[in-house]
């Protein structure tokens, strides 16, 4: 077992196992280098499935199952950075090669190193979390506030509670006269100053009480002596001109809202059927204007509630290093904690690229020397068997060559052969058909002079016995067969 172990590692390290069964005293750096991709794939597994657990929120069983596939990319990922880089001693060119493959691999570690950080810093992160979750909720809902949804509600309830008040007597503000006006608005005007004054006399109060029993400098600026000396008896005049002050103003708001009522108690009995006609439409939609209202204020709490369910779920990945951002900026200690995590994983994932890189800084190793060696042998013999195949290749074609040229010539004699039997055949059918020819021009030859004598010794037995010469027209029609006039052929 312990062989087959070391078999794996030496090989995941970027060993050959024949190679190395000649080189045995190597097995050991192969070993250590494959260790170490398999440490930083681990970490990268376990990096995973924090990530998918907590950032994500899959189940810790699929967390696992993507974690672990996670790390078997990140292992075939470093060995082959390690195995692409060869064994090269140029330092010009080994940092050429080596310069992707470091910028590859920091890539990789960020993102293998910031779920890890994450995890390690979760408590500070749940902690920045919950105040900005505080903050956005409380944006939110003045945001609410201002939305034209809760606008609408405002509005209806505004006039409801118009109508609520019309029914009780009060009328609406659309129904009023110049003095009730007045008086409405001295009690708008004087109400935030009767506020005012109060919290001055009540603050002039307190001044001169803590100076009166000494309570010092806690308790309203008030100096540690006690007794009504000169200073408490200045805050008791100042109490007191802030409370005649208020005494004034609230006399004159009581005065303003004797008038507004007065001059409501006018409006009512001078507009008895105003305030009746009012209120009959009052009553006729007020229970619409509540249904309405009950259905505008049950959509405000539903996007309400939808907007703080989608704040507590934005507890991603994205949220924590927000969260954690935030969190280091106001705390340095925090912030060099962070740092030195994220650094210590990160370079421990740059240690494959970076081990490989110092390696090749040294002197070829003795299994570098091998595995040269047996290199140039298989090209070595790469080039035998190509050359030995193209020797192979051009006896073949010249084997091919003389069976083409004798195909050739046995064509050739074929085909003289085919051309002087056909002349021969061609002669010999001439001959036979120029035989045949020449006996039949004779036999018709023969019938047609028997047919011409015949025709002509009739012809002269006709004469004979009329006692007179042929005719030499008959001559002429006997010439017209060939025949001369002495019966010979022409």
């Not at 900005?132 to 034209?148: C, H, I, M, R």
């Not at 013999?381 to 050359?387: F, I």
């Amino acid at each position: 077992m312990m062989q087959r172990v070391s078999d794996f590692l030496a090989w995941l390290g970027g060993a050959d196992k024949g190679l190395l069964a000649k080189v045995p005293q190597e097995r050991g750096k192969f070993v250590q280098m494959g260790c170490v991709l398999l440490t930083t794939s681990s970490i990268a597994a376990v990096s995973m499935i924090f990530a998918m657990h907590d950032g994500v929120k899959v189940l810790l069983a699929g967390a696992i199952v993507f974690g672990l596939f996670w790390g078997l990319i990140i292992i075939n990922l470093d060995r082959f950075l390690v195995l692409s880089m060869g064994s090269t001693r140029d330092l010009g060119r080994l940092v050429w090669i080596s310069l992707p493959r470091l910028l590859l691999a920091a890539v990789i570690s960020l993102v293998i190193a910031t779920p890890l950080t994450l995890r390690i810093f979760q408590s500070d992160i749940n902690v920045a979390l919950n105040s900005a979750n505080l903050k956005e909720s409380s944006l939110q809902q003045q945001q609410l506030k201002s939305s034209g949804l809760q606008q609408q509600a405002s509005a209806v309830l505004a006039q409801i509670t118009t109508d609520k008040a019309t029914l009780a007597g009060h009328l609406p503000e659309s129904v009023t006269n110049p003095a009730l006006q007045t008086a409405q608005q001295q009690v708008t005007e004087l109400q935030p100053k009767v506020q005012a004054a109060k919290t001055t006399e009540i603050h002039a109060y307190e001044a001169w009480q803590c100076e009166l029993y000494g309570d010092g400098t806690g308790c309203a600026g008030a100096s540690n002596r006690a007794g009504n000396g000169p200073i408490a008896h200045a805050k008791e005049l100042t109490y007191q001109a802030d409370l005649k002050a208020y005494n004034q103003l609230n006399a004159q708001l009581l005065a303003a809202q004797r008038s507004q009522s007065a001059a409501e108690q006018q409006v009512k009995r001078a507009q008895g059927s105003t305030l009746a006609t009012a209120q009959q439409a009052a009553r006729a939609q007020l229970p619409s204007l509540e249904a309405r209202y009950n259905g505008l204020e049950q959509q405000v709490r539903k996007k309400a509630q939808q907007d703080q369910n989608a704040l507590n779920r934005n507890t991603g990945i994205l949220a924590q290093l927000s969260a954690l951002s935030a969190a280091s900026s106001h705390n340095f200690a925090l912030f060099v904690a962070q740092m030195v995590v994220t650094l210590l994983f990160f370079f421990i994932e740059l240690l494959p690229v970076t081990v490989k890189f110092l390696l090749n800084l040294g002197p070829p190793s003795t299994y570098e020397k091998v595995a040269k060696l047996e290199e140039e042998k298989i090209l070595d013999q790469a080039r035998l068997d190509r050359l030995t195949q193209r020797r192979n290749a051009e006896r073949e074609s010249d084997e091919q060559q003389k069976r083409a040229d004798a195909a050739t010539r046995v064509r050739v004699n074929v085909t003289e052969d085919m051309s002087n039997r056909e002349q021969a055949m061609g002669i010999h059918a001439n001959e036979h058909v120029a035989g045949k020819m020449e006996e039949i021009l004779d036999a018709a030859l023969q019938q047609w002079s028997q047919q011409v004598h015949a025709k002509l010794n009739g012809a002269a037995a006709q004469l004979n016995g009329n006692g007179s010469s042929p005719h030499p027209q008959m001559w002429q029609a006997a010439s017209g067969f060939g025949l001369d006039p002495d019966g010979g052929m022409l």
